[in-house]
């Protein structure tokens, strides 16, 4: 009987074990990367179909309460899908929401930021598109406001 016991105590353990391990790798997945870009997800060099080019796409999540720095668009256009939440796009004076399952276009030489426009985090992903040997830059790091 003590056998079952010591058995049984050591399964119950390790499956907790195991499942605070699982945990913590959920909650790393969410968390925005500290500096550089936001994470890549796929690269297209346009060369593979004949025309000029490559495609980059990253995955942006920015957090409750935070923003990204200005910065500009330069020598890409970005197509820009909304997964999650509410991104509040600042362009210059000009300041536009928008809510999961919408899309946005950046052009070329556009300087503006992003910010989680409402409660919990917001979420997207970015298409940047390049017309020149440079692979496209990946989005811009969220900081805290």
């Known amino acids: 009987m003590k056998h079952r016991q010591v058995v049984g105590a050591l399964l119950c353990c390790a499956g907790i074990v195991v499942g605070v391990g699982i945990g913590r790798l959920w909650a790393l997945q969410g968390k925005v990367m500290p500096q550089g870009g936001s994470p ?3 690269r297209v060099d346009l060369a593979e179909i004949g025309l000029p080019g490559k495609v980059s796409v ?11 720095a200005p910065h500009k ?3 890409r256009t970005s197509i820009v899908t909304v997964v999650k939440g509410v991104v509040r796009e600042h362009r210059g004076e000009a300041v536009k929401e928008y809510k999961a ?7 070329n030489q556009t300087t503006h930021y992003n910010e989680a426009g ?17 692979a496209p830059a990946t989005a811009a790091t969220p900081t805290a406001r």
Do not use: K, L
């Open 118 to 134: 409402g409660t919990g985090p917001a979420e997207y992903i970015e298409v940047n598109i390049s017309n020149n040997n440079i």
């Open 40 to 42: 890549v997800v796929a």
């Open 58 to 68: 990253s995955h942006v999540t920015i957090p409750e309460g935070n923003r990204m």
């Open 73 to 75: 668009h330069d020598a």
């Open 101 to 107: 399952g919408d899309v946005f276009t950046v052009a």
